[in-house]
């Protein structure tokens, strides 16, 4: 394991006011493995920055290490959330991602479905919610319509899912 990557994660860590703790520690070095991984902790235990603090290292060397200036619209992550404030929760604890050039959106409910499309089509990592992830794919208007009026969000490029 390259250590240079795991001391990547903690010093995002870091970043965010936090201390690394074991599962954190344990779920990165699986993580730049290639290995899928299963956390089962409890709230408040560290899951959402074990899940996110590889992604600079996993990102690295492709178009997804991006910043809203360089962006090339291709999504390489998602982290897909049940509620919209959990989504909110999770984009504000990835916020430590922008030191390292990765650019997060949140995309739920409840907020402009443009200004949504928009800022997903700029980041690297968006934090959804199904349906509002299944909207911006245009499944919505594919089912009522024969074609959809812009060009969907696409999610070819993803390599990374973590689901919440």
């Keep these: 394991m390259d ?13 965010a006011g936090l201390e690394p703790n074991v599962l954190q520690r344990r779920a990165w070095a699986l993580c730049l493995a290639g290995k ?19 992604l600079p290292s996993l990102l690295a060397g492709s178009s997804a290490a991006t910043t809203p200036e360089t ?29 390292e050039g990765v650019a997060v959106a949140a995309v739920h409910g409840g907020e402009s479905f443009r200004a949504q499309m928009e800022a ?6 968006v934090v959804a919610t199904p349906g509002r992830l299944l909207d911006l794919m245009g499944e919505q208007e594919r089912r009522e319509t024969a074609r959809p009026s812009s060009s969907p969000l696409s999610l070819s490029r993803v390599s990374y899912v973590v689901v919440d």
């Excluded at 899928?36 to 590889?54: E, F, Q, R, Y």
């Excluded at 997903?120 to 990592?125: C, F, G, H, K, N």
């Design 120 to 125: 997903a089509r700029r980041a690297a990592l």
């Design 3 to 15: 250590v240079t990557k795991l001391e990547g994660c903690a010093r995002l860590v870091r970043t």
């Design 71 to 99: 962006s090339d619209g291709s999504v390489r992550a998602v982290f897909l959330v049940p509620t919209r404030e959990l989504a909110a929760q999770v984009a504000r604890a990835c916020a430590p991602l922008a030191t």
């Design 36 to 54: 899928d991984v299963l956390i089962v902790a409890p709230t408040g235990s560290g899951k959402t920055l074990a899940a996110v603090a590889p």
